[in-house]
């Protein structure tokens, strides 16, 4: 069983950059792929960005390439979103989720998620 632990939220000016964390406990953590999701009220969960389990291979979402970076340290268990260049559509609440095997887009596809961390940009 894994569990995880979404940190580094917060209030930021658009164009500036917060950067999250997701920390894990449990597990064998280096197996898992994670992935990034968003969530704004009303609406349904979004994929943000993926990385392998090896930290070697990422996907994004075309809305956020070139101003967002994931990667892992999995001697420490965590995996990061940079979030570079923020834009007020970025405001949402960030999950981070795992899953065996290789990364998927489909929310549905991943096993263990965190409670979330909100990233409010204002204009």
């Known amino acids: 069983q894994v569990q995880l632990v979404e940190t580094g939220g917060g209030l930021v000016q658009a164009g500036g950059s917060l950067r999250l964390s997701c920390a894990a406990s449990?597990?064998?953590?280096?197996?898992?792929?994670v992935a990034w999701f968003r969530q704004t009220p009303g609406k349904e969960r979004e994929f943000v960005a993926a990385i392998s389990w090896g930290g070697g291979n990422t996907y994004y979402v075309d809305s956020v390439k070139g101003r967002f970076t994931i990667s892992r340290d999995n001697a420490k268990n965590t995996v990061y979103l940079q979030m570079n260049s923020l834009k007020s559509e970025d405001t949402a609440v960030y999950y981070c989720?795992?899953?065996?095997?290789?990364?998927?887009?489909?929310?549905?596809?991943?096993?263990?998620w965190g409670q979330g961390t909100q990233v409010t940009v204002s204009s």
């Open positions: 449990g597990g064998t953590f280096s197996s898992y792929a």
């Open positions: 989720a795992a899953r065996m095997g290789v990364y998927r887009i489909d929310d549905g596809l991943y096993d263990y």
